[in-house]
Nanobody
Framework: QVQLVESGGGLVQPGGSLRLSCAAS????????MGWYRQTPGKQRELVAT???????DYASSVKGRFTISRDNAKNAVYLQMNSLKPDDAAVYYC??????????????WGQGTQVTVSS
């Protein structure tokens, strides 16, 4: 079992910045892709950004140029630097990890979410 814990959410004014962190712990064998998703009430969870173990990244078009995803494989951690925040970025942000067990069983794990509020 793998646990993911996010931190770094909060209230920020439009145009401001926040850095989200997510650390994985537990029975970790190999985490491949890690990512950030977000969800607002009444809407489906949407992709924000993903990063492979080798560092290849992918972003939603709405955040390209403003958000940067990074990871530390040694710490099993993933980060999301969010700049130039807009009210539309307000959501609960979830971290996820694609885990491969020693038995080569693949499972996706999710964190509990961290609230980001963008308001003046």
């Amino acid at each position: 079992q793998v646990q993911l814990v996010e931190s770094g959410g909060g209230l920020v004014q439009p145009g401001g910045s926040l850095r989200l962190s997510c650390a994985a712990s537990g029975s970790i064998f190999r985490i491949t892709t890690m990512g950030w998703y977000r969800q607002t009430p009444g809407k489906q969870r949407e992709l924000v950004a993903t990063i492979t173990r080798g560092g290849n990244t992918d972003y939603a078009s709405s955040v390209k140029g403003r958000f940067t995803i990074s990871r530390d494989n040694a710490k099993n951690a993933v980060y999301l630097q969010m700049n130039s925040l807009k009210p539309d970025d307000a959501a609960v942000y979830y971290c996820n990890a694609d885990h491969l067990s020693s038995a080569y069983t693949r499972m996706i794990y999710w964190g509990q979410g961290t609230q980001v509020t963008v308001s003046s």
